[in-house]
Nanobody, 121 residues
Framework: QVQLVESGGGLVQVGESLGLSCAASGSIFSIGAMGWYRQAPGNQRELVAT???????NYADSVKGRFTISRDNAKNTVYLQMNSLSPEDTAVYYC???????????????WGQGTQVTVSS
C-alpha cells in the first residue's frame, strides 16, 4: 500500500559528494518524520539523519557538518546530500518514514529496500 524507494547510491572516492533520494508512494494521508539510516558490513543499523514535517533536523555526530537532510513534502520525498565522504561512510543506506495511510487511524513505520554507498580510498 505504501512504498519507499531509494535512489542515488553508487561508488565514489574519498572527499567526493553523493546525493540520495527517497520517494514515498501509495495511499498516503500524511507523513511524519522521514530519515536515513545506514548499515555497514558487520555493524548494526544506525541513524544518519532525520527530519520532521515541519523542518526540524537531527544528525548523527559522525555526519554532522558533512551531510544535509532535506525534504519536499509536496512530493513525499526526502533527500540526503553527502559531502566529504570517507571510507567509514560505506554502508547500505535505508530510507525510513512514519506514514499514515488514507482511511486508517494508526501511523506505521516504513523502510526502503536500501541503496549501496561505497567510498574508496
Amino acid at each position: 500500500q505504501v512504498q519507499l524507494v531509494e535512489s542515488g547510491g553508487g561508488l565514489v572516492q574519498v572527499g567526493e559528494s553523493l546525493g540520495l533520494s527517497c520517494a514515498a508512494s501509495g495511499s498516503i494521508f500524511s507523513i511524519g518524520a522521514m530519515g536515513w539510516y545506514r548499515q555497514a558490513p558487520g555493524n548494526q543499523r544506525e541513524l544518519v539523519a532525520t527530519m520532521t514535517s515541519d523542518g526540524s533536523r537531527n544528525y548523527a555526530d559522525s555526519v554532522k557538518g558533512r551531510f544535509t537532510i532535506s525534504r519536499d513534502n509536496a512530493k513525499n520525498t526526502v533527500y540526503l546530500q553527502m559531502n566529504s565522504l570517507s571510507p567509514e561512510d560505506t554502508a547500505v543506506y535505508y530510507c525510513n518514514a512514519i506514514v499514515r495511510a488514507r482511511c486508517t487511524r494508526p501511523p506505521d513505520t516504513y523502510w526502503g529496500q536500501g541503496t549501496q554507498v561505497t567510498v574508496s580510498s
